[in-house]
T-cell receptor, first 116, second 114 residues
Framework: GAVVSQHPSRVICKSGTSVKIECRSL??????MFWYRQFPKQSLMLMATSNEGSKATYEQGVEKDKFLINHASLTLSTLTVTSAHPEDSSFYIC????????????FGPGTRLTVL | KQEVTQIPAALSVPEGENLVLNCSFTDSAIYNLQWFRQDPGKGLTSLLLIQSSQREQTSGRLNASLDKSSGRSTLYIAASQPGDSATYLC?????????????FGQGTELSVKP
C-alpha cells in the first residue's frame, strides 16, 4: 500500500528557533498534501493544503508567515514552524492524495513538536 | 459551517462484545465519509470510505453505514478484540471542497478489555 513518511518523528527545540518537518510519499506521486495539527485528546485540524508547484492554501486562522509550506516535488512537502513558541507544541500530521488514486488520503506517522 | 461530532468520547467494553460508534455531521452536502483508526502517538489508518451515494461499506469485522439525509454514520465492530483498542475518527469531505479536504470529528477512544 501507499506509504507516507515524516521526519523527524520527534523534535524538541528552544523558543524562537525554527523547525522543519518533512513529509514524503515513498512509493507514489502526490499532487496534493495536507498538513494537520492535533492537540492532546483533540481531533485533527487542517492547517493548509499544499499543491505541487504552487502556493499553499491556508485555513482561516492559520498564519502563513509562521507556518511555511513548500511542496517542491510530487513526493515531498515541508512545513517550517518559524520562531516557534511553547504554544506551537503539538502533533503535526501530513497526508497525501495519490495522483490518479481516487479519494483516499494516506497519512504520515506524525511529528511531535515540543517547544521549550 | 460543517461540524462533525462523535459520541461517545470514550468507550470501554469487554473482549468479544459487538459495539457501535456514532458520527454525526451538520451539513449533508458531503462527497464522502471516512472512518480512521489512530493508535496513541501515531498517524491515521484509513478503515472504510463511504461515497455519498453508498449506504454502507464492510471490511472484515467492521461495517460502516451512512445516512446522508439525517447526517449520521455508524461504525459497527463485531466481536471486539483488545487489538481494536485505539481512537476512531470519522471525517467528511464537503462537496464544495472535493480537493480532498477532510473535516474530522473529535474521535471515540475505545478500550477493549481482555
Amino acid at each position: 500500500g501507499a506509504v507516507v513518511s515524516q521526519h523527524p518523528s520527534r523534535v524538541i527545540c528552544k523558543s524562537g528557533t525554527s523547525v522543519k518537518i518533512e513529509c514524503r510519499s515513498l512509493d507514489f506521486q502526490a499532487t496534493t498534501m495536507f498538513w494537520y495539527r492535533q492537540f492532546p485528546k483533540q481531533s485533527l485540524m487542517l492547517m493548509a493544503t499544499s499543491n505541487e508547484g504552487s502556493k499553499a492554501t491556508y485555513e482561516q486562522g492559520v498564519e502563513k508567515d509562521k507556518f511555511l509550506i513548500n511542496h517542491a516535488s510530487l513526493t515531498l512537502s515541508t512545513l517550517t514552524v518559524t520562531s516557534a513558541h511553547p504554544e506551537d507544541s503539538s502533533f503535526y500530521i501530513c497526508s497525501a492524495l495519490q495522483r490518479g488514486g481516487g479519494d483516499t488520503q494516506y497519512f504520515g506517522p506524525g511529528t511531535r513538536l515540543t517547544v521549550l | 459551517k460543517q461540524e462533525v461530532t462523535q459520541i461517545p468520547a470514550a468507550l470501554s467494553v469487554p473482549e468479544g462484545e459487538n459495539l457501535v460508534l456514532n458520527c454525526s455531521f451538520t451539513d449533508s452536502a458531503i462527497y464522502n465519509l471516512q472512518w480512521f483508526r489512530q493508535d496513541p502517538g501515531k498517524g491515521l489508518t484509513s478503515l472504510l470510505l463511504i461515497q455519498s451515494s453508498q449506504r454502507e461499506q464492510t471490511s472484515g469485522r467492521l461495517n460502516a453505514s451512512l445516512d446522508k439525509s439525517s447526517g449520521r454514520s455508524t461504525l459497527y465492530i463485531a466481536a471486539s478484540q483488545p487489538g481494536d483498542s485505539a481512537t476512531y475518527l470519522c471525517a467528511v469531505t464537503p462537496v464544495h471542497n472535493q480537493g480532498g479536504k477532510l473535516i474530522f470529528g473529535q474521535g471515540t477512544e475505545l478500550s477493549v478489555k481482555p
